[in-house]
C-alpha cells in the first residue's frame, strides 16, 4: 500500500465512524429497517353466485376496465378417474375437445376464427379437475361464447386430431429422458404414491397405444354436463346481459346422469409405496449428470387438515421462501453448494398431500447438500424457530396477502376452487387469522406431527460414482431403472 | 441541487406527450384506450429516466429498474460478470445485509487477495505448487468463515418480504438486466431506500460462494440440458466477432477466474443512473413518487456514459453448420443474420414470425407439424439472441420420431421459400395486427407486465412509446416487402444451421 492510499483508507473509516448511520448519506428517509407503514386494507369485491336451472353453477364478477371478457370453466372430472390400462386418455380428451372440431365447425376452422379474433381459448383435464378458459375481446364475445360452449357440450373428436394428439404424446414420452428433472419429479411421485396409485401412475407408449377415439368420447360423456361444470365470468360485462348469454350457450344443456362427487370412484389409499416404510430408503437413478438431482420428502396433509396453516408456515420457513429461507440462505449462500434449493408443501385434496425438500448440486457436493437439508428437516423438530423467523414468515404472509385479491380473475378462480374442494369460500381469510394466532410452540408441535426426517424417501438422479459419499449412510439404497415410455 | 431544470424536464415530457395523443389516435387502434395518455415520463438529472403508469385497481404497485447492460458488454475472459454482478446485487450494501461493514472490509480484502495468490500460482500449470496452494486454500477457507461472520443473510430480501413484497428477482440478458418486484404500494418509500441504496453501494460479499452458486446454474441451464448446450453451440458459431457470441452465463473457466476488481469495474462502468430505467405501475401519484426518486435515485452520482459496443459482426460468406453431440433427441437451429431494433426492415422481421409460428393456424405449425407430421414443435423468433445490434431470424424445431432434422430443414426452407414467391394474403395479415391489438389490450391488465413493457422499449430504443408505435410499424408492412426481405435474407450464406445428434459412442456423455 503506498502512503496515500494508506491515508485514503484511513480517511474512509473516519468518515464512516463519524456517521454511524450510513443511510444518512444515502437517503433521508432514514433506516428502512425501522420504517414502519399503515397495514394494507382489503375490500374484497362481492361475487355473485347464480345456479342456472340445469344445475351449472356461475360466479359474476364484472371488472370494466379494459374491454375484455375472460370466462373460465372448471369440470369435476380427472386424471385421477381414468381406467388405469389407459392412463393418459384424460390429458389426450381434453386435448383433443379443444383441437377437435365440433357437429358446427371443424377443429381448423374453429382455430382459424379463435385465432383471427385474436381469443385465446384453453382446454385441459388435469389430475384432479378439468379446465377452460375463454379470453376474448368485449366485441367478439357472442361468438366465442358459443364456439366455448360448443367444444366443451358436443365436442366431434375427429379422427386425424384424435391421431395427432396421440402422436405428440409419444414423442413427448419419448423426450422424457432428455429433461432431468422431469425425470426425478416423476420418478418421485411414482415412489411416494407407487407406480399404480391414480396420483403415482404415468402413461406409457403402451398405455396410450390402448387409447381410442371412441374412448375419449366416452369419458366426455361421462364427465361433462351443466351440472359437472361451474363458470367463472370477470371483465367488462353487465351481469344481466352476461347471465342470458350464458343461458343461451348452455341453458338447453340437460344435466344427463348426475355426477357427484360422492359418485365418483373413491381414491385408494396409498398402500405399495416406499413412502409407506417405517425407515428412510435412498432411491438412486443413474444418469451421466454433473449435477445431482435431489428430491427428500414424503406424504403430508389435506388442505382442510387444521394443521395445514402451521406446516405452510413451516414449509416458507424451512425452504419455501426463496432468498430468506434456511435451506437458500445455508445451501445456497453460505455453503455455494446450489442454484436451485428449496421445500414445497403441496396440501392434498382428492388423496394425501406431499412435503418435499430439492436442490441441484454437483455430483461432489451430493451427499454434503443432503446432509444439509435432512440436517434442517430434523432442525424444525428439535427447537423452535426464532421469534424473528416466525415474524418475518407471518409478516410477509399478512403482508402479500393482497396479492391474492389483485385481480378479479383471481378472485373468482380461487371461489371456483374452493367451492369444487368442499372448501368453506372464506378458506383463505379463516388461514389469514389462523396465521395472525400462530405461535412457535404451535409450529414446533406441527413439525414434530407432521415432519419425519427418519422416514422420508430420498430421490438422488445423477452420476453416482462421483458422489464425494456414498448415500448409504442415509439408508438402504435402491438403484432404479429408467425405462422410458414403456 | 437546482430545482429548475428537472421542472422543466417534467414540462417537456409533459408537452410531449400532448403532442403525440392526435397522432397515436389517429393511427393506433382504439381497442387500447389511452395507454400513452396514462404514461408520466420524467427524467431526473443524473440521467435516470422515470415511467409511471396509474392503476388503482388494487393497493399494489409493481417496478421494474431495467439496466442497458449484459452480456454484449463482456469479452472473453470476463464472459459472465454481467450475470454474476445482478446475483451480487442481492448481498446488500455498506448498510444492509452485514453487521459492521468497516470491520467486513479487512477481511472482504484478505480474501481477494488471497484469491489473486491462489490464481498466480494455478496459472503457472503443471508448475504449480500443490503445497503452495493448499495452504492458500486453507487460509482462504478461514478468512472466508471470518468474513461470513459479519453477514446479516438474505438482510436486503427480508426487508423486502417482511413488508409484503412479491416475485422479487432479477434477469440478465445479451442486452439488459433487470431488477423487479411487486410490494403494497405505501412501502414505496422503503423500496426506494434499499433499492437506491443497493444500486449505489453495494458490497460484493459473499462473492467466492456466489460463483459456486453461478456454476450450479450453468450446470442446470447448459450443462445438462440438451437445448442449452445447443443454442450456446448456434449463437457462438453465429457470431465470430460480436459479442452475441459470448455465453451470458459466462463459460466455466472464466467464471473461475473472475476476480473481485473485474466485477466492481464491471459496475462502475455500466450502472451508471443515465443508464438505467425505472419503470413504476400500480396505485401511485406520479408527483408524489417522482419527489420520492428524486430524494432517493436522485442522489446517485451521474456517471460518463458507457462505451458502446464496437464490434460489428462482418458479413458471413457461406453457411455455417454445426453439430453437438448430446445423448438426447434430436433438435435443429436455423438462423439468418438480419438488421436490429430501428432498421426499417425489422418490423418485417416481426411479421414474419407471427406468420410462421403464432398459434396452431401459423404457417410452420399448419405444414410441419399437422399436415406432414414431421415436427414435435417448430416455433420463429424475430430477435435472437437480443433486440438491439444486428441479430438473427432464428426457427427451432424438434421433430417428431422417426423423422430427421434434414428432413425439417427441407420443410423450412419450402416455407421460407413460399415467402419469396408467394404474396401474404391480406387476411393473414389482418389477423396479425388483431393479434397485436389484443395483445396491447391485455398488457394493461398487470401491473409488473406493463412496468416491464415500458423500462423494456425505453432501454431498448430510447422510447417506451415504442410499445405502440411499434404496432402502426407492423401495420405498414406490405406483401412485397415481406417478399423482398425473405429473399434478401433467407439464402443459404447467410444461414447458421445447428443440430443435436446423439453421439457415435453412447455413454461419452450418452445414457447408460
Known sequence: MTRRSVFMAWLAGWLLLSAPSAFAQTTPLGDPRTMTFDPVTITVPEVERVVLENGLIVYLLPDRELPLVTVSAMIRTGAIYEPADKVGLAGLTGAVMRTGGTARFTGDQGDEELEFLAAHLSMGIGSENGAATLDILKKDLPRGLAIFADMLRAPAFEPAKVEEAKRQALEAIRRRPDNPSGIASREFRKL???????????????????????????????????????????????????????????????????????????????????????????????????QTHLRIGHLSVKEDDPDYVALALLDDILGGNSFTSRLFRDVR?????????????????????????????????????????????????????????????????????????????????????????????????????????????????????????????????????????????????????????S | ???????????????????????????????????????????????????????????????????????????????????????????????????????????????????????????????????????????????????????????????????????????????????????????????????????????LREFYKEKQVVLEERRMRT????????????????????????????????????????????????????????????????????ALVEQTFGRLQARPPSPPVLTTEPPQAGERRVEVEYDAEPHLLIGFHKPGAGHPDDAVFDVIESLLSDGRTSRLHKRLVQEQQRAASVSAFSNYPGAQYPNLFVIGATPRAPHSTTEIEQSLHEELARLKNEPVAPREMEKILNQIDAGLVRSLRSNSGMASRLAYFQAISGNWRETVTLRDRIAKVSPEDIRRVAAQYFTKSNRIVATLVRPDKPGLNGKP
Open chain 1, 333 to 485: 449462500s453460505r455453503q455455494g453448494l446450489a442454484y436451485a434449493v428449496g421445500s414445497r408443501l403441496a396440501p392434498g385434496n382428492a388423496g394425501p398431500g406431499i412435503f418435499m425438500l430439492h436442490a441441484l448440486t454437483k455430483g461432489s457436493s451430493t451427499h454434503q447438500a443432503l446432509s444439509s437439508m435432512l440436517n434442517h428437516m430434523e432442525r424444525l423438530r428439535q427447537e423452535p424457530v426464532s421469534s424473528e423467523e416466525l415474524q418475518l414468515a407471518k409478516d410477509a404472509f399478512l403482508n402479500s396477502f393482497v396479492f391474492s385479491f389483485a385481480d378479479a380473475g383471481q378472485i373468482v378462480g380461487r371461489l371456483m376452487a374452493l367451492d369444487y374442494h368442499g372448501l368453506p369460500k372464506d378458506f383463505l381469510q379463516r388461514f389469514r387469522d389462523r396465521v395472525v394466532r400462530l405461535t412457535k410452540e404451535d409450529l414446533l408441535r406441527v413439525a414434530r406431527q407432521h415432519l419425519h426426517p427418519d422416514r422420508v424417501v430420498i430421490l438422488a438422479v445423477g452420476k453416482d460414482d462421483e458422489f464425494e459419499k456414498p448415500l448409504s449412510t442415509f439408508g438402504p439404497i435402491t438403484v432404479l431403472p429408467l425405462k422410458p415410455g
Open chain 1, 192 to 290: 411416494l404414491f407407487g407406480i399404480a396409485h391414480p396420483l403415482g401412475r404415468e402413461s406409457t407408449t403402451d398405455s396410450l397405444s390402448r387409447i381410442t377415439r371412441d374412448d375419449m368420447v366416452a369419458f366426455h360423456q361421462k364427465f361433462f354436463a351443466p351440472n359437472t361444470l361451474m363458470l367463472g365470468v370477470t371483465g367488462d360485462f353487465e351481469k344481466p346481459a352476461m347471465l342470458e348469454a350464458l343461458r343461451q350457450a348452455f341453458g338447453d344443456w340437460q344435466p344427463q346422469q348426475p355426477i357427484q362427487a360422492a359418485a365418483l370412484p373413491a381414491i385408494p389409499p396409498v398402500t405399495a409405496s416406499a413412502a409407506q416404510g417405517e425407515s428412510r430408503s435412498v432411491h438412486v437413478l443413474r444418469q451421466p449428470l454433473t
Open chain 2, 1 to 203: 441541487m437546482n430545482r429548475t431544470p428537472r421542472q422543466r424536464d417534467l414540462c417537456f415530457v409533459l408537452g410531449l406527450l400532448l403532442f403525440s395523443t392526435p397522432v397515436a389516435a389517429a393511427t393506433s387502434n382504439a381497442t387500447a384506450p389511452g395507454l400513452e395518455e396514462r404514461v408520466v415520463e420524467y427524467r431526473l438529472a443524473n440521467g435516470l429516466v422515470l415511467l409511471l403508469m396509474e392503476r388503482h385497481q388494487a393497493p399494489i404497485v409493481a417496478v421494474n429498474l431495467t439496466y442497458r447492460v449484459g452480456g454484449v458488454h463482456e469479452h472473453n475472459g470476463i464472459t459472465g460478470v454481467a450475470h454474476l454482478y445482478e446475483h451480487m446485487a442481492f448481498k446488500g450494501s455498506r448498510t444492509i445485509g452485514v453487521t459492521d461493514a468497516r470491520k467486513e472490509q479487512p477481511f472482504l480484502e484478505k480474501l481477494d487477495r488471497l484469491a489473486e495468490a491462489m490464481a498466480v500460482e494455478k496459472a503457472k500449470g503443471p508448475a504449480s505448487d500443490q503445497t503452495r496452494l493448499a495452504a492458500l486454500r486453507k487460509q482462504f477457507t478461514d478468512v472466508e468463515a471470518q468474513a461470513a461472520g459479519f453477514v446479516v443473510p438474505a438482510e436486503l430480501a427480508t426487508l423486502y418480504q417482511r413488508h409484503g413484497g412479491v416475485g422479487l428477482n432479477a434477469t440478465t440478458g445479451k442486452v439488459l438486466t433487470r431488477y423487479f418486484l411487486s410490494f403494497p404500494a405505501n412501502r414505496l418509500p422503503l423500496w426506494a431506500a434499499v433499492e437506491s441504496d443497493r444500486m449505489a453501494h453495494a458490497v
Open chain 2, 223 to 290: 450443462d445438462n440440458s440438451p437445448s442449452g448446450r445447443l443454442h450456446e453451440a448456434f449463437t457462438a458459431a453465429a457470431f465470430q466477432a460480436h459479442p452475441y457470441g459470448l455465453p451470458v452465463i459466462g463459460w466455466s473457466s472464466d467464471l473461475e477466474g473472475l476476480s473481485k476488481a473485474q466485477t466492481e469495474a464491471f459496475f462502475q462502468t455500466h450502472y451508471g443512473p443515465a443508464n438505467a430505467v425505472l419503470a413504476i405501475v400500480g396505485d401511485i401519484t406520479p408527483k408524489d413518487v417522482i
